[in-house]
Structure formats: C-alpha cells, structure tokens
C-alpha cells in the first residue's frame, strides 16, 4: 500500500507540472485571442466608418444625378385648358358649343371607340421635364392601345400628341436611371432590361426601339417596376410607400433626401 501510494504521488506531481504547462499555453492563448479582438474590432470600426464614407458619396452621387440629369416631379394634370379661357371670352359662341368643343379635344379614338383623356384630380410624374410623364396610377394601356390603333388607321391625327411617345420615353429614362442606380448602389438587378445597343445582338433599347406589342411592352414594363421595388427593398424604403404599379413614384421614394438608409 505504501509503495502503491508513493506511485500516485509521483503520477499527480507529473499530472499537476502538465497542468501548469496548459495553464501557461491557455493563458498565452487568451492573450493572443484578445490581441486579435482587439484588432477585429478596430478593423470592424474602421470597416463601418469606410460604408459609411461610401454611402455619403453614393448618396451625393445620386442626388446629383437625379437633380440635374433625372429630375423627377409631381405634376397635375387637371390643368384647365387654355383653349377653355379663350372660348369663353368669346361672347359670339354659346355654352353648348363650347362644351362641346371642349369635349371634343378631350377625346381620342382608340381601338374602334372614343376613349376621354380627361382624368380630373388625376396626377402624373414627369422625368427629366414636364413634357416626359407617366400617370401615377401605373396604368399605361394609351402605349398599346395606340400602337394597336396605328395598325389600322393612318392619318396625321394619328401622330398629334401622341401618349405613346411619351409613355415611351419615359420609361426609358426610368429603365437608364435605374440601371445607373444600380451601378452606384452596387446591387445586381433581379431583372434584365437593356437600355444600350448590344454590338452582339443588335438589340435596341426595350422602350424606345420600334413599337412593342401588348404582351412584350407589359413584360418589359413588370421587369422595370421588379428592379424598382428590388432597389426599394435594398435601400430600406418604407414599405407602406411603395406600390407595385407605380413606377416613377418608387423611385421617386427611393432617391428621396429624406430617404434615410439611402446609400447603404
């Protein structure tokens, strides 16, 4: 028992020297750990400072595009129609006739029937000035319609005031300012929409190559309101903002000053 008993002692002696051996290695150990905590967290801080050096530029960068090259506004379209003033200051002509004239030039004929372009209250946005709008409902059928029509029907009354133009050339602006946002922001689209000429296919830009069909310029236009929301969605926009139609109103909330996370 003695002989068994000094055998344990030597074995816990040896056992105690290890333990103090991972004592030391565990405490040089903690040291270095906490030496590279150190530098994480510093290079963390100095991580969160660079985004958010980015984020101001990227902010500026796009408050200026859409200040001076994409400026985006509200504009009514309720607006009397200076014809109206005139026809009325003329005493010669009876109420009838005018309303009637009025009537008249707030009329087109698409599709086979008269269809009012009259819209009371209704407001529309514009996109690099106020001859380039979209209406703020997000219902753009005068663009097929009028294609339809012109079909079928050729006249110079056909190419007065067209809504497809503009209709066109909106979203046009709309598709190269987003995809120019994307390229700021650094966030990949969920959708392809081309607003260049490929060398390699020849291809011309969604909305202002030749006129599209019905199905082709509906297709297009969900791609451009999908990379729209895309962008919200990134940016932290409000959602409560957002419409899935409404494709210059988004974007005017997403390039909003008072857009908070914008940039990030």
């Known amino acids: 028992d003695t002989e068994g008993l000094l055998r344990i002692k030597e074995e816990n002696q040896k056992h105690y020297r290890r333990a103090q051996r991972h004592q030391e290695k565990k405490e040089k150990i903690q040291r270095h750990n906490k030496k590279l905590g150190d530098l994480v967290e510093k290079k963390t801080y100095d991580l969160k400072t660079q985004y958010e050096h980015l984020a101001n530029l990227r902010r500026s960068h796009i ?32 109420s009838s006739t005018v309303s009637k004239l009025a009537e008249a030039r707030r009329t087109t004929y698409l599709s086979g029937r008269w269809v009012c372009d009259d819209h009371n209250g209704d407001t529309s946005i514009s996109i690099t000035g106020p001859w380039i709008i979209l209406p703020n409902n997000g219902d753009y059928s005068a663009y097929y319609s009028w294609v339809e029509e012109k079909k079928t029907t050729q006249g110079p009354d056909m190419e007065h005031n067209n809504p497809a133009h503009t209709i066109s050339a909106a979203l046009c602006y709309a598709t190269q300012l987003v995809n120019t946002l994307s390229l700021i922001l650094d966030v990949n689209l969920p959708k392809k929409l081309c607003n260049r000429q490929v060398k390699t296919q020849q291809r011309n830009h969604e909305f202002c190559g030749e006129n599209l069909s019905r199905h082709r310029f509906t297709r297009a236009v969900k791609k451009l309101n999908a990379n729209i929301l895309h962008l919200c969605f990134s940016q932290h926009v409000n959602l409560d903002l957002l419409h899935p139609l409404h494709t210059l109103r988004n974007l005017m909330y997403l390039v909003s000053p008072d857009t908070e996370n914008l940039g990030r």
């Not at 200040?67 to 200051?89: H, L, N, Y």
Request: glycine residues 0%; proline residues 6%; negative net charge.
């Open 63 to 94: 408050l200026e595009l859409t200040s001076v090259i994409f400026p985006m506004e509200e504009v009514k379209t309720s607006m009397r129609d200076p014809a109206d003033v005139s026809s009325e200051s003329d005493n010669a002509m009876t």
